[in-house]
Structure formats: structure tokens, C-alpha cells
């Protein structure tokens, strides 16, 4: 990218770092997050990074670590907020016990046709929905409303776990009248 530096505060640049593709595993030590910030910036030709987050839990984090590599991101002036993704409150709850920024994001695969976070809520002691069920000590979205904590959805049009999209798709056809009937009556105004 080349901004200006009036046009680069006009947009939010938000990266990940955790996963390794090869070996393929995560990786949120010191070192990897440090590296893949500079490698992110070097790509972006820019000088920072609006918000940096935790690419899917790591089994084996160290948050002393995590705190190390957010503390001099931060103030180098490389990374001006932090957030997670894919992480759970308990995971989130481990990596405050070090991180002194607030966590601002945790982003989750969430759609129309995944939506278990929120049905979880909804279902919450009722034995007729595996939702029903919270398995980590409360339901990440109240979670994330007690904690000031901005769910953003990846692949929000995608079908749950499985590849492809639901706009379009045989398979939802009362889903897709639904917001072809939404799109007509906004156009029509």
C-alpha cells in the first residue's frame, strides 16, 4: 500500500498472528508474534498495525509472553490494539492474567447458519439443544457484552463448517427469498 498519512488514518488495519503453515501448528510465543508483526508491516508498507490479534487459541501459551510481545508492540508504536480470535472466556480470562491491554475483539466464525453463540443463550437449561449447554463457564457473547469486548464474524456467509456459500445456494432457498425480499425492499426506498 501507498497512503498518504492522512489516508492511512482513515482506515483500520487489523492483522492475526498464531498459526504457522508449516510445520502447520500455532505458535504465540514472544519471538513468532514480534516477527509476524514486522513481517505484516514490512507487507503493508505501513508503520502500524490499528489492531493485532491472537489467530485461534494456543494450547500452550505462555501469557507472560504474549504480555512481553504486546507491551513492546505497543509501545513501539507498531501495534495500537489488541484483540483475539476463535478464543473462549476462560482462554481470554487466562491471557488478562498477564496482558495489561484491554482485549477489544474476539473474532468468531459467525453466520446466519452458524449461529450456536447466539442460540446458546437463548437455550440456556434446556435439555432438548445441545446449545443449551455452555461447556466454558458462560456464553461468550454475554461474555464479551460484561467485558466491552467487539464480536466481529469471519466467513459470515458461509454454511457453518462446511465449504462454500449460503447466498445462492439450492440448498437455502426459503433463506435466500428472505434476503433477496430484504435487498428489494431497501432498494425501493
Known amino acids: 500500500m501507498k497512503l498518504s498519512s492522512s489516508e492511512r488514518e482513515g482506515i483500520v488495519l487489523q492483522s492475526k498472528t498464531g498459526i504457522v503453515e508449516d510445520p502447520w501448528g500455532y505458535d504465540q510465543s514472544y519471538e513468532h508474534i514480534v516477527a509476524s508483526v514486522d513481517e505484516s508491516l514490512k507487507s503493508l508498507n505501513t508503520d502500524y498495525l490499528d489492531v493485532l490479534l491472537l489467530h485461534r487459541p494456543d494450547a500452550l501459551v505462555e501469557p507472560e509472553e504474549v504480555a512481553r510481545a504486546f507491551d513492546e508492540l505497543e509501545a513501539a508504536g507498531k501495534v495500537r490494539a489488541f484483540g483475539v480470535s476463535n478464543h473462549t472466556p476462560r482462554q481470554i480470562d487466562l491471557l488478562k492474567t498477564a496482558v495489561k491491554q484491554p482485549l477489544l475483539v474476539n473474532q468468531v466464525q459467525f453466520s446466519i447458519t452458524h449461529s450456536s453463540l447466539i442460540a446458546q443463550g437463548m ?27 467487539t464480536l466481529q464474524a469471519w466467513s459470515p456467509i458461509q454454511i457453518g463448517h462446511e465449504p462454500g456459500i449460503f447466498l445462492g445456494s439450492l440448498d437455502y432457498p426459503e433463506l435466500n427469498a428472505e434476503i433477496e425480499g430484504a435487498v428489494a425492499k431497501r432498494n425501493s426506498r
Do not use: E, H, P, Q
Not at 125 to 145: C, K, P, W
Open 123 to 149: 437455550t440456556s437449561n434446556m435439555t432438548t439443544s445441545d446449545d443449551a449447554f455452555t461447556r466454558d463457564g458462560g456464553g461468550l457473547v454475554d461474555y464479551a457484552r460484561v467485558n466491552k469486548i
